[in-house]
Each structure stands twice: as structure tokens, then as C-alpha cells.
Antibody, heavy 121, light 107 residues
Framework: QVQLVQSGAEVKKPGASVKVSCKAS????????MHWVRQAPGQGLEWMGW????????SYAQKFQGRVTMTRDTSINTVYMELTRLTSADTAVYFC??????????????WGKGTTVTVSS | EIVLTQSPGTLSVSPGERATLSCRAS???????FGWYQQKTGQAPRLLIY???SRATGIPDRFSGSGSETDFTLTISRLEPEDFAVYYC?????????FGGGTRVEI
């Protein structure tokens, strides 16, 4: 079945960087886009950007431009999201979510379980 | 960016009752690229409705979506105990992709 498995929780100091991974299985990795969405404690969902599995092309939310980099490794069906210059405001759960262009018209149909990133001195 | 405003913030209902959740967009949204998600505590969001009114795979028919342009509605016809959660509306047709602030459905 389609599955997205994310890397484990991270604790970082302010100013550091974090790199979260999301390994896909159960479908053709290069046929799909992958979004990253984050959720601060007790807050709503915030879209960060997407990466296309085939070309590696990306689109980032303006808020994160210059601080976020999304990459992928097609040999292991894995996407990565790196966020730099972390502050306490970046403390959140980070989700990867597949964009489905075939059945649901671009909706995020499958989600990873999330990776908790805590930024604390 | 398109701002999605959900109301009410919290909806208190009993099992078996009907729940109606609203989402208003700051400008017109293509119905093709509008959806609803359910999120339970400690879990990832789950796609319920896409293209404003189509149920995702495995979603029971007590969930229905409607609306167009700037006003959209999610209706849960008869609440089951497992339906108590937070619901988010979502537009994914225009960048930046945005979500509403959520409606908590509680007993």
C-alpha cells in the first residue's frame, strides 16, 4: 500500500539547520509531487512547498524562501526538507504529503505521520 | 494569498446529530481545487473531500461537501463517536496553498 515514512524527532538549537526525510513506497515515486506542511503546537496547518519527483523542480511558499530547500533521491524514493536558521517559531510537526494528480485532482491524498522538530536553547 | 475562514471555531454536538461546518474564502476559489481534511489528536490529516464535493476513497457517505466560489460547506449527517476531531478546509489551486484555521467538533 502507499506509505510515507518520515524520519525521527529532532531537537535543534536556534540558528541551526534541520533536514527531515520522507521515504515513499507503494507507488511510482517519479510520477508524483510531494508537499511539505507544518503544524506548530496547538495551531493549524501551514504549507511550505512542493517538489516534483521526476524533475526535482520545486516551489516554495514565500515565507520560507531562502531558508528551505527540498530535494529528492530517486534511487531510494526519498524526499528531503531542509530548513535553516531555525528559531523557536519553527518548533512544529513537519508532514510530507503526496499530491495526487490522477484521482483527486491535486489533493494531498496520503500523508506521513509527521516529524517533530523542537528548537530550543 | 487566499485566506480561508472557518466557522464556527468549535462545534459542540451529540452523537447522531448533524454537523454543518463552513469555510469562506477571501476570493473566488476553483471548486476543482478545494477540499476538506479531518485531523485527530496526534495524527496526520486525512483527506475527506476533494473537488469540493467528491469523497475520498474509504470515506463514509455521511460526509458530504458542497459549495462554490467563496462559500463551502462540509456536512456530517449523523455524527459517530470517531468523527470528533478538527476539520480543515483547504484550497490547492492557487499558490500559496492555504488552509483554514480549523473547526473543532466536540461532544
Amino acid at each position: 500500500q502507499v506509505q510515507l515514512v518520515q524520519s525521527g524527532a529532532e531537537v535543534k538549537k536556534p540558528g541551526a539547520s534541520v533536514k527531515v526525510s520522507c521515504k515513499a513506497s507503494g507507488y511510482t515515486f517519479t510520477d508524483y509531487y510531494m508537499h511539505w506542511v507544518r503544524q506548530a503546537p496547538g495551531q493549524g496547518l501551514e504549507w511550505m512547498g512542493w517538489i516534483y519527483g521526476k524533475s526535482g523542480g520545486t516551489s516554495y511558499a514565500q515565507k520560507f524562501q531562502g531558508r528551505v530547500t527540498m530535494t529528492r533521491d530517486t534511487s531510494i524514493n526519498t524526499v528531503y526538507m531542509e530548513l535553516t536558521r531555525l528559531t523557536s517559531a519553527d518548533t512544529a510537526v513537519y508532514f510530507c504529503a503526496r499530491r495526487d494528480d490522477y484521482l483527486t485532482g491535486h489533493a494531498m491524498d496520503v500523508w506521513g505521520k509527521g516529524t517533530t522538530v523542537t528548537v530550543s536553547s | 494569498e487566499i485566506v480561508l475562514t472557518q466557522s464556527p471555531g468549535t462545534l459542540s454536538v451529540s452523537p447522531g446529530e448533524r454537523a454543518t461546518l463552513s469555510c469562506r474564502a477571501s476570493e473566488s476559489v476553483s471548486s476543482t481545487y478545494f477540499g476538506w481534511y479531518q485531523q485527530k489528536t496526534g495524527q496526520a490529516p486525512r483527506l475527506l473531500i476533494y473537488s469540493a464535493s467528491s469523497r475520498a476513497t474509504g470515506i463514509p457517505d455521511r460526509f458530504s461537501g458542497s459549495g462554490s466560489e467563496t462559500d463551502f460547506t462540509l456536512t456530517i449527517s449523523r455524527l459517530e463517536p470517531e468523527d470528533f476531531a478538527v476539520y480543515y478546509c483547504h484550497q490547492y489551486g492557487r499558490s500559496p496553498i492555504t488552509f483554514g484555521g480549523g473547526t473543532r467538533v466536540e461532544i
